[in-house]
Every structure is written in structure tokens, then in C-alpha cells.
């Protein structure tokens, strides 16, 4: 069971990474803030992009899709647990829903964390 949350995580992580390494063409060690900004808006627009009817938030189906679309290999109980960690994380006010907003307060956390492993 450990190992499999393990599992988890990595392919969380990695997604995480996709999405940021995506839009991180002008990134270097050295950002600056307005860099940073204009990526974490690059991120946030790409993970909007996965609100397929367009009703300005991103449902625990339509997370699945993203993470069926960049894992097309993975069983569904994977893609399954996988959105609910994603939704977990993202989705503040337990609504159901990512707003914009989640996913910025989510997507600052995780580049946060991603770049920090870096300036130690
Ligand atoms: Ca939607
Ligand atoms: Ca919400």
C-alpha cells in the first residue's frame, strides 16, 4: 500500500512537472518575479484549459480527462485515484470544483516547492 501511494505521488509529481515544464521555455535559475508571474499565468491558463464545457471551473471529470489524456496507458482506478488527489489538493472549499483561483493558490504552491528544491 506504501509503495503504490509512492507510485502515486511520482506520477502526481510528474504531471505537476508537465505542466510547468510546458510553459517554462524562459525560465532560468535566476527568474524574476514578473517571469515567475507570467509562468504561473501560463500554468493557470493550461490547467483552465481542461474545463472542457466551459463553465469557468474544472470538475473531478474533467480532471480526469487531463490525467487520461497525459496517462492514456494507466488503468482507471489509477486515473480515478489520481484525480482525487489532484482535486484534494486544488479543490480549497471542497466544492467539487477547481475556480481559477484554486488552481493559482495550488499552482504557486507546487512551483514553489519545485523551485525550491533547486535554490538550497
Ligand atoms: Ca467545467
Ligand atoms: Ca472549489
Redesign the pocket.
Known sequence: MFKFARVNNVVFTVIICNIVVLTSAFADDNANNSIKNRKLDNNINEFMKNDANHDG?VSLEEVRAMIKKQNPASPDFMINLLADKVMNS??????????KV?AAIALSKEMNNLSCTKCK
Open positions: 471551473l486544488f479543490d480549497a472549499d471542497k466544492n467539487g470544483f477547481i475556480s484554486e
